[in-house]
């Protein structure tokens, strides 16, 4: 090869790696135009940072429930008598995940011991839980009593009392935990929350 | 008279600056088109006019709409009064509400028939694989443009649809729990994905304009297929004008008829196109026992839920939809036409009926009953797109009429 065609040669690889590089800078630079664009659809400020909720489970009477909001969601309370109490044994085997132990959305620190497990409440009788159906997002309607005599065969016959969600149709138990063969995965998610007085809770 | 304004000195005039009138004239009027083309083939101009009149109803409902989520002093939503205001205090806001409205269900309508005429026919085949993409897009962009607009109302429907909508965004493996925030603009839907609903909204149907003009470009490039799917000798094509433009018309008018009897005798059209439980301002804390979607939607819908696992019901919808984007290529027989393949016939029938009953289980709430019947349905939806890539060898040969090929 002539010393011509070498250096024509260089020149040309030469010219390619400038493209290249310039092309490469160019689309890192678009790339990045694109960060402050997906970050301004992400939660604002204000919407993050409106984070806690007080409430005070005492106003709920006992078999009752009452659906408070926090960060926007519905939160179930639950008052739970002596007899739901006893409704939340003996069924693990028809449930999903009886220890709530999938995901860490559905347990919490303070779930140290079986009987914390399947009550899934700091102080038993009170049930603090999401109340949004970990299906598709629906809210699920309370049926607390067993077996279908007082909801027809809406829910199976071995019912155990709880939760149906009329949507597409998930079950979930008195503690909140969804039962096999309802299309949610999960367990109603567990919300942060602590007993700042006796009866009142902080959520978040 | 087209003729002469066309001829005219300042028609000429333009024409030599911009080439506009050449292309109407090109597009408009000699536009070659088959001469055995049925009814079937007017549903694409009735779509272009209902676009036209969702983007100017729209327009209109904008001025008066206000998209914010914060609570009045009547105790419902600034969104909610303000639909409420166009109803009952914006002069003739109900007549361009109704249209609106109406508009939504009649646009379904007719692009569900365009889409079933194109598959019987075959239309989607070499040389139209493009055309039918292009459609198969339009379709995907009007369900965002109704799922967007539905939300704007701040009703009970509006509000729990898109909640559970954008909790399928939520099922996404990895990447999910970011996504639906990030649709969202919250934890839940809110005032921000109010705002947003009605940017998206607003956009859709520009999109729509600029995928429907893809669409005719594409047509003619291939030009109209026709009844038989056989290309036709050159003495059977005729002009588009006046032969096209007078049927597509005298369609439109049998069209509006229809149409005329929902927007002033039955707009809700028996809860099939305003739901009545949307009539109820959203309420974060309590979902509507039934939260089926719109008609239109529910074939859909019922495969989303025909699986008892929230990803399996995903996973499935989009390859009922991926599938739709695939059929130029699935089918592999040189003959176009249903007319002249009795076993696809069979096939295409047994689908069509699948969508329906699909949509008449997505349209109930759940029953152990309904819920295997639609299963049923998806089967034989999803056998369809099965079988189709072998049928044509058991095809009987059926002598086809004479064409050019
Ligand atoms: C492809 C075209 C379009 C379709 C299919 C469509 C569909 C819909 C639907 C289904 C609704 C809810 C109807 C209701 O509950 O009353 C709606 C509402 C609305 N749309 Fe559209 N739309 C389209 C174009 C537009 C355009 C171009 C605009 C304006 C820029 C617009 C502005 C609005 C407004 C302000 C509302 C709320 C008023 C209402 O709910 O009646 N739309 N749209
Ligand atoms: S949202 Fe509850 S079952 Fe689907």
């Not at chain 1, 979930?172 to 039962?179: F, K, N, P, Q, T």
């Not at chain 2, 099922?171 to 809110?190: K, Y």
């Not at chain 2, 696992?309 to 592999?332: E, H, M, Q, T, V």
Request: with cysteine; proline share 7%; charged share 15%.
């Amino acid at each position: 090869m002539s010393k011509q065609d070498d250096s024509n040669a260089c020149r040309s690889c030469r010219r390619e790696f400038l493209y290249a590089a310039a092309t490469g800078v160019g689309a890192v630079g678009a790339a990045a135009t694109a960060i402050p664009f997906v970050r301004a659809m992400q939660p604002a400020a204000d919407t993050l940072a409106a984070s806690t909720t007080e409430f005070d489970v005492a106003t709920v009477e006992p078999g009752m429930i009452k659906a408070i909001i926090w960060r926007g969601q519905p939160i179930f309370i639950v008052h739970r008598t002596p007899a739901m109490l006893k409704e939340i044994n003996g069924h693990d085997a028809m449930l999903k995940d009886p220890e709530s132990r999938a995901i860490p959305e559905v347990e919490s620190a303070w779930m140290t011991s079986d009987t914390l497990r399947s009550t899934r409440a700091i102080r038993p009788e009170y049930l603090v839980i999401s109340a949004v159906c970990t299906h598709l997002g629906c809210i699920p309607t309370f049926k607390p009593t067993p077996g279908r005599k007082d909801w027809g065969d809406a829910v199976p016959v071995d019912w155990p009392g709880g939760w149906l969600c009329a949507c597409h149709g998930s079950l979930y138990d008195l503690s909140g935990r969804v039962i096999k063969g309802s299309p949610a995965p999960f367990n109603l998610h567990m919300p942060p929350y602590k007993y700042i007085h006796d009866t009142t809770v902080l959520i978040g | 008279m087209i003729k002469e304004i066309l001829d005219s000195p300042i028609a000429t005039w333009v024409d030599e600056r911009t080439h506009a009138i050449r292309y109407v004239r090109y597009h408009l009027l000699d536009y070659p088109t088959p001469k055995n083309l049925n009814y079937w083939y007017a549903f694409g101009s009735i779509a272009i006019v209902i676009l036209a009149i969702q983007i100017l109803t729209g327009l209109f409902l904008a001025m008066s709409y206000k998209p914010s989520a914060l609570l009045t002093g009547g105790g419902f939503t600034e969104a909610f009064d303000s639909i409420e205001r166009i109803m009952r205090s914006v002069n003739y806001g109900w007549l361009i509400r109704y249209l609106h409205a109406v508009g939504a269900s009649a646009f379904f309508f007719v692009i569900y028939l365009h889409m079933a005429r194109s598959i019987y026919y075959g239309s989607y085949k070499k040389p139209r694989e493009f055309l039918w993409i292009m459609g198969v897009a339009i379709f995907f962009l009007m369900q965002a443009a109704v799922f967007f607009g539905y939300l704007l109302p701040w009703g009970q429907m509006s509000f729990w649809g898109a909640t559970v909508i954008t909790n399928i965004f939520g099922a996404t493996p990895i990447i999910g729990h970011w996504l639906q925030e990030f649709v969202r603009g919250g934890f839940s839907v809110g005032d921000p994905t109010l705002n947003r609903f009605y940017v998206f909204h607003f956009l859709a149907p520009l999109m729509l304009v600029v995928a429907v003009l893809w669409h005719i470009m594409a047509l003619h490039v291939t030009h109209s297929n026709n009844p038989t799917g056989v290309t036709l000798k050159k003495k059977h094509i005729i002009p588009f004008h006046p032969y096209y433009t007078v049927k597509d018309l005298f369609g439109i008018a049998l069209f509006f008829t229809l149409f005329f009897y929902f927007v002033f005798y039955n707009p809700t059209g028996y809860g099939f196109i305003l739901e009545p439980d949307n009539f109820n301002p959203a309420n974060p804390l309590k979902t509507p026992p039934d939260i089926s979607p719109l008609w239109y939607l529910t074939p859909w819908y019922e495969i989303l839920r025909l699986l008892p696992s929230k990803l399996g019901g995903i996973a499935i919808l989009n390859i009922a939809f991926i599938l739709l984007f695939l059929l130029p290529w699935l089918d592999r027989s040189p003959v176009r036409s249903a007319r002249y393949r009795p076993r696809f016939k069979m096939m295409v029938l047994l689908l069509f009926s699948s969508i329906l009953v699909l949509g008449y289980c997505g349209h109930h709430g759940v029953s152990p009953m309904l819920t295997w019947i639609g299963r049923g349905a998806g089967i034989i939806y999803f056998c369809f797109f099965l079988v189709l890539p072998f049928v044509h060898k058991f095809e009987p040969t059926v002598t086809l009429p004479d064409g050019e090929a």
